[in-house]
């Protein structure tokens, strides 16, 4: 998430499908949910979630929780807003006490 500046607009393009599954010496599908559980999700907000089906016709802005029609293979396209975790800021010298 270091590439990504605060504020900044994250986009990620992956095969999605029905369930999440690896294809023997071919590629890996994606539940279209999953992404929203990988490592670094808590700095991201999800704006907006579009993808292409089987007859290349593109469905724009589809509500995120909602299930997809999806009998084959699709094209998944996520877009995130990373947004600062900010850590409590001290005042005072180090070592200095608190009051």
Known sequence: MKTVKNGGTLYISLHIGAETRVHFNAHRDFHSRETFT???HEMLQPKR??????QGSPHKDYPLMET????????GIHTFRKHSLTMP???GRAGSRLD
């Open 38 to 40: 990988w490592l670094g």
């Open 49 to 54: 979630f579009d993808y292409v089906d089987d």
């Open 68 to 75: 997809l029609p999806l009998p084959t293979f699709e094209c």
């Open 89 to 91: 800021q001290f005042k």
